[in-house]
């Protein structure tokens, strides 16, 4: 009996080991990815706009360029966030900078045209880019 409890111990022991290192792993960014399309913002805002089913087959989860002008900067404090390609309609391409110091460094401002490189998330009125870095 006190075997079989040291085993289930030892298991218990291991099994929270693995998801605390899950938990506690840093994400990977996309800065040293290759990138799996490139494309203006106002194509892709259509693209999802016009056919999202077909437009998350093609960027859904994927690493993407896109070329915009900025149109608005919200910072959070450590993150911010950078709407290019502004709709009359309101949408945009919103990527996420999380550090922002990368956005400040390079001095962006409104109105710049700029390419970010990020990992596309969706469309939830705007296309939704995280872990975002300028490209070069």
């Given at each position: 009996m006190q075997k079989?409890?040291?085993i289930f111990l030892a298991g218990v022991i291991i099994c929270l080991g693995f998801a605390w290192y899950?938990?506690?792993k840093p994400r990977e960014g996309v800065a040293s990815k290759s990138t799996d399309a490139s494309v203006r913002a106002l194509q892709l805002y259509e693209a999802f706009n016009n056919n999202e089913a077909e437009a998350n087959k093609i960027y859904l989860n994927k690493v993407i360029e896109?070329?915009?002008m900025v149109d608005d900067l919200?910072?959070?404090g450590e993150e911010i966030i950078?709407?290019?390609?502004?709709q009359p309609t309101g949408g945009g391409i919103s990527c996420r900078f999380s550090p922002g110091k990368e956005?400040?460094?390079k001095n962006i401002t409104k109105g710049q045209e700029i390419t970010v490189k990020g990992r596309c998330t969706g469309?939830?009125?705007d296309v939704n880019l995280t872990d975002c870095v300028i490209a070069k």
């Open positions: 079989k409890l040291i899950w938990y506690n896109v070329k915009g919200a910072n959070s950078l709407t290019l390609g502004l956005v400040v460094e469309f939830n009125i």
